[in-house]
């Protein structure tokens, strides 16, 4: 995809470019907590956006994308960025780059990327990641990581109309091969965190589906998070949000919150707790332990938050009955795309060919498998 890129820019624009590249990413734990100020766990993949650049001299960017086979220019002095078109995302960073002070003259650009659809693996973070990564090269801006990942955070919600946490471009920013990081999402600062499977793989599994559930349910979850805050004040003065809580005030946390609240808020502060402990559980080699946290992770994100869904719990239901298999869950926002799989490499075709004829059996699809290795955040090639 690199060579790829690198060739089509230079048939386009007849310039050498420069190249920046930043990933996708995995969470390993922690899922639904970032927008209570809480805890999660990503790590960066191999997979990811690779962004050719170079300057033009001219008042227009030129660019193409290799995905949609697409060409689309703009002028600097005059341009709006305009939702659903992947453009945005290029016009969206300048803006805010521009806000911040940054001069920003005429380029020439070509994105390409091997990121699978639908994953869950964090595309757009990744690909505002990339451009910011590339502008940052070429123009000498010298932007910090976490600069860059707040501005592709921020482009993400006044442009692309998603209201992404700061997980993925964060993750997409600072990711190190073969870590993961332990990010506070209150403090947006993490602790790398070695991640050492010895016989072990990471492997995504896809449903394939995405039900249209996912952004209303997104929403009423937090409202519901936020309500309980303001309820559970009057008694706990002290907490901003629900991450303020530990396991040790569940049973009073029952009493004092409604029926319908209290297993959303047991969610998050049981997930906090959890990511916390893989963290112990992966410094300490424990990886039995951390297989159990991933299921009991499932299990809060489906019977407690209600985010899964009948094709995501048959996988990981089906993933626990393999032999070799550690620990299954759903990632991400839930409604569809994959679940996360800690697997014995021995058992890699077992795993595959069980839950592929479960997965049939039930769904009448094949699900789709993508193998993971933890890689480098964005940088320049």
């Known amino acids: 995809m690199l060579h790829h890129t690198t060739q089509t820019f230079q048939s386009h624009f007849s310039t050498i470019p420069l190249i920046a590249f930043a990933p996708g990413r995995i969470n390993l734990i922690g899922e639904h907590t970032d927008y209570q100020e809480g805890f999660v766990f990503p790590a960066a993949v191999e997979n990811g956006i690779w962004v050719a650049i170079q300057k033009n001299e001219l008042k227009v960017c030129r660019l193409y994308s290799l995905d949609f086979d697409q060409e689309f220019k703009f002028d600097l002095e005059a341009f709006s960025p305009k939702k659903g078109h992947w453009a945005t995302y290029v016009m969206g960073m300048v803006t805010l780059l521009n806000q911040a002070g940054y001069s920003i003259s005429g380029f020439d650009m070509v994105i390409g990327g091997n990121i699978p659809v639908g994953a869950g693996l964090s595309s757009s973070a990744a690909l505002s990641v990339a451009i910011g990564t590339a502008l940052s090269g070429l123009l000498d801006l010298k932007i910090s990581k976490k600069s860059l990942a707040l501005y592709a955070q921020k482009s993400e919600h006044l442009f692309a109309g998603v209201k992404c946490g700061i997980m993925d471009p964060y993750a997409s920013a600072f990711g190190i091969k073969d870590k993961a990081l332990l ?27 995405k039900h249209t559930l996912a952004d209303t349910a997104y929403n009423d979850r937090r409202e519901a998070c936020e309500e309980s ?3 559970l004040q009057t008694s706990y003065p002290e907490i901003k949000t629900l ?7 569940l049973e009073n946390v029952e009493k004092i919150l409604p029926k319908t609240l209290f297993p959303k808020a047991k969610h998050i502060i049981t997930e906090c ?30 019977n407690d938050y209600n985010v899964s869904c009948p094709e995501l719990d048959l996988l990981a239901e089906k993933s626990w009955e393999v032999a070799g298999v550690l620990g299954s869950r759903m990632m991400g926002g839930g409604f569809g795309g994959c679940t996360i799989n800690l697997v014995k490499n021995a058992a890699l075709d ?11 059996k039930a769904f009448g699809k094949i699900p789709e498998f993508i193998p993971i290795n933890i890689s480098s955040g964005a940088h320049l090639i």
């Open 229 to 231: 805050v303001s309820i």
């Open 273 to 302: 707790n959890r990511v916390h402990e893989a963290a112990l559980a992966l410094k300490s080699g424990n990886l039995e332990l951390f297989g159990t946290l991933l299921k009991s992770s499932h299990h809060s994100l489906s």
């Open 183 to 209: 990010l506070d999402c209150r403090t947006t600062t993490h602790e790398e965190v070695p991640v050492i499977l010895e016989g072990y793989s990471l492997l995504l599994v896809n449903t394939k589906v």
């Open 243 to 249: 991450r303020d809580l530990g396991p040790g005030e």
């Open 350 to 360: 077992t795993f595959q060919l069980h839950l592929t004829e479960a997965y049939m």
